[in-house]
T-cell receptor
């Protein structure tokens, strides 16, 4: 497999709650990108972290935030959850700001009720 | 207009047959192109990169037409294990090489 892990695998939350999703990148990779995949859609870019700094952001509101740790693992935080946040959240690990191949983790499936 | 457009299908393909589909992309300055495969409820996995000269990997052939801004994938001698969603992916500009995905082409290989 890719060596990229995510936790938890599944999560159920209610509207208005907050959630934190975690991603451990492949050994040696310094870049983590986060994507949201709604049912029947392709993944949509949320943001990327490169060497602990945000390196680009997609069209997502500020209640989606993240960070990257010195070991290059990363968190995605979503505040004030909405029903439409129900999706598969994928992280992708790569080298050099995403210029190399991006390897995806198994994802976290979030359901907001 | 979406960055990457794909006809989601499904494409019902008899085992052993050939299936081809393509996608179009809107940004003429896009640099890199890929096909990813995604099995049901799994993460996307890189199938192959796509080059202007075209490239082949076993039963899979990918083509890129920069002038018309479309990418194609052809699968020969379809196997049951080829049943999956095939995602057309383009890297965007802006320094972070973010991946822009199409909705995917769902392929169902029928015995």
């Amino acid at each position: 497999e890719t060596g990229v892990t995510q936790s938890p695998t599944h999560l159920i939350k209610t509207r208005g709650q907050q959630v934190t999703l975690r991603c451990s990148s492949q050994s040696g990779h310094n870049t983590v990108s986060w994507y949201q995949q709604a049912l029947g859609q392709g993944p949509q870019f949320i943001f990327q972290y490169y060497r602990e700094e945000e390196n680009g952001r997609g069209n997502f509101p500020p209640r989606f935030s993240g960070l990257q740790f010195p070991n290059y693992s990363s968190e995605l935080n979503v505040n004030a959850l909405e029903l439409d946040d129900s999706a598969l959240y994928l992280c992708a690990s790569s080298l050099a700001g995403g210029s190399e191949t991006q390897y995806f983790g198994p994802g976290t499936r979030l359901l907001v009720l | 207009r979406k960055e990457v457009e794909q006809d989601p299908g499904p494409f019902n393909v008899p085992e052993g047959a050939t299936v081809a589909f393509n996608c179009t992309y809107s940004n003429s300055a896009s640099q890199s192109f890929f096909w990813y495969r995604q099995d049901c409820r799994k993460e996307p996995k890189l199938l192959m990169s796509v080059y202007s000269s075209g490239n082949e990997d076993g039963r899979f052939t990918a083509q890129l037409n920069r002038a018309s801004q479309y990418i194609s994938l052809l699968i020969r001698d379809s196997k049951l294990s080829d049943s999956a969603t095939y995602l057309c992916v383009v890297t965007s500009l802006g320094g972070n090489n973010r991946l822009a995905f199409g909705k995917g082409n769902q392929v169902v290989v029928i015995p």
